[in-house]
């Protein structure tokens, strides 16, 4: 498996919790997948909980210093590991057709966004991805090739054209 396929699969995964951050680490054959996520409901927390590769969640209340306005909710810190069979098997059950065919794809989603990491990775000789955030509208990305490490961070707009 190649990485524009691994992280479009863990970009597809985060979709439906909309993070407002995530991090993707490498460990051998296995990736470490931390994101937070702003809550209302507890409607959320359970699709977190229903992912097959579910490690942890925990919350922390976001309380402003005066109890008036409670639309804030609270942050809901999230980790997934995934094992390479875990992201075959996810890759394979969503083989069929993704989206309306007519439909205009979005470039800023999680799974376009980790997939032109994973493009990113696919074209450097021997990478071997460590570490990859969002940063804002910018992408983070720490690789080793050749027993060299690279940090290189991209806008998320120009993440293609490197």
Known sequence: MNYS?????IGQALVPLRPQTYEVVG?????????R????????EKKARGLAAFLRVWREPNEPPVRENRDHGTSMNVEFLYSMEELKRQDDERKGPRRDSHAMP??????NTLRAVGEFLDRKPHAKLLF???????VVILYETDGVR?????????????
């Open 150 to 162: 690279k940090l290189e961070e991209y806008p998320i707009s120009r993440l293609r054209d490197t």
């Open 27 to 35: 460990y051998g054959d296995c990736y470490l997948v931390r994101c």
């Open 106 to 111: 979005e470039p800023y989603s999680h799974s």
């Open 5 to 9: 396929t691994i992280l479009r699969v």
């Open 132 to 138: 990859a955030s969002n940063r804002g509208q910018e």
């Open 37 to 44: 996520v702003k809550q209302d409901k507890k409607e959320e």
